[in-house]
């Protein structure tokens, strides 16, 4: 399964992101030295579908 990359680090801002093996999903900064994962945790229901 392939990953969407995400266009800039959260943490400096900086577009030089790279995969990282571990953990799985993840993405490491080479400016911040920074690695972070992104997730999809689900989608939200409007108030009118409650």
């Known amino acids: 399964m392939s990953r ?9 801002g900086e ?4 995969p990282e093996a571990e953990p799985a ?3 490491k900064c080479l400016s911040c030295l920074r690695v972070f994962a992104v997730r ?3 989608l939200a ?5 409650r």
């Open 45 to 49: 229901l409007g108030e009118e579908q």
């Open 4 to 12: 969407a990359a995400p266009f800039y680090c959260p943490y400096c």
């Open 25 to 27: 999903g993840a993405w």
């Open 40 to 42: 999809l945790v689900g």
């Open 15 to 18: 577009e030089d992101l790279a």
